[in-house]
């Protein structure tokens, strides 16, 4: 039902569905989020078979954000021959994004979607220092993307500036043992990841990727092996949207990850991937039109994972 629904499923229609919603404010974090247009959203879809539907407003441009940490994890993984696994562990926190805790017992950051875990990954891909890792995370984006994808400079240079507490992160780690980088070499790295400038459309296209296993259903590309994909898709079922996963599988029961951006990408097993996007957050830092859009999508395409209609 699932795959054949969405072939013809109109995003046009569910962003229409989503603009009255006003509740929520833009993340203030950095002068670039701050100056985010509340009315902003859109919607995206790709399916199995590589067809990409985007609503109006899916090709804005807009920076990844904490979206880009499955996708950090997946390049990670690949690029240590899944060593990353050893790195960083994979049970959810219950806590926020940013708190500054590790591991008991092991100095490991606790999963590789809090930032903690962002920082360690980003500083286990390829490259000798911060500009070559931060190099081979643009590319790697590209290639899930199925498109070259760049970074904007200015808000690279906010999120290392005023990361204090990524800075704080970083040297904890350090002094663990658990990262081997200098510590503001991993918050470079991480910031430019960050940084990176998607629309709609491409970070759809980009879940759809992990979707289907790793292969790009665009391009036709294998970015990542079938196992790597399996296992990003996992721990984004269970730590994607932090201490609010438990309840999003629940309501919308498709594996995701949320964004201080305002966007939400989905990757529904074997089926499709989305993004929905709309600035202004819930307290939690998910954005709420992103979310109600999420439960929409998942309810009228029975992508729910424990739906008896999916399939």
């Not at 399916?47 to 904490?66: I, K, L, M, N």
């Not at 950090?72 to 708190?99: K, Q, S």
């Not at 990262?179 to 491409?202: G, H, I, K, N, T």
């Not at 990408?265 to 999420?294: F, K, N």
Request: a negative charge; charged letters at 20%.
């Amino acid at each position: 039902m699932a795959s054949s629904a969405a072939r013809s499923y109109d995003p046009d229609a569910l962003r229409e569905r989503l603009l009255p919603e006003r509740g929520g404010s833009v993340n203030e974090s950095i002068p670039q989020l701050a100056a985010a247009d509340p009315d902003h959203c859109a919607v995206a879809l790709v399916t199995a078979g590589g067809d990409v539907r985007g609503s109006r407003g899916a090709a804005e441009p807009f920076s990844v954000q904490s979206a880009v940490k499955p996708f950090l994890f997946a390049l990670a993984l690949l690029d240590t021959g899944g060593e990353a696994h050893d790195r960083v562990g994979i049970e959810p926190t219950g806590e926020a994004f940013d708190a500054i805790k590790l591991e008991s017992g092991t100095g490991r950051p606790p999963n590789p979607m809090v930032n903690a875990g962002a920082l360690l990954t980003a500083a286990l891909v390829d490259g000798g220092d911060a500009d070559g890792r931060a190099e081979r995370i643009r590319s790697g984006l590209s290639a899930f993307a199925g498109r070259e994808l760049a970074i904007d400079d200015d808000v690279a240079r906010s999120e290392h500036l005023l990361g204090d507490r990524n800075h704080a992160l970083a040297h904890l780690m350090r002094a663990e043992g658990a990262l081997q980088a200098e510590a503001d070499d991993a918050v470079s790295a991480y910031a430019r990841a960050c940084a990176v400038l998607v629309d709609a459309e491409a970070l759809a296209v980009m879940g759809a990727t992990l979707a289907l296993g790793g292969r790009n259903p665009v391009t036709g590309r294998r970015v990542v092996p079938a196992e790597v994909a399996r296992d990003v898709v996992a721990v984004m079922a269970s730590c994607g949207v932090y201490d609010g996963s438990g309840r999003w599988m629940r309501s919308v029961g498709v594996p995701a990850k949320s964004s201080v951006s305002g966007a939400i990408v989905l990757s529904a097993p074997g089926v499709l991937g989305a993004a929905i996007v709309g600035p202004p957050l819930d307290e939690q830092g998910t954005s709420v039109r992103g979310r109600i859009g999420s439960e929409l999508l998942s309810a009228e395409l029975g992508l729910h994972l424990f739906g008896a209609d999916r399939g």
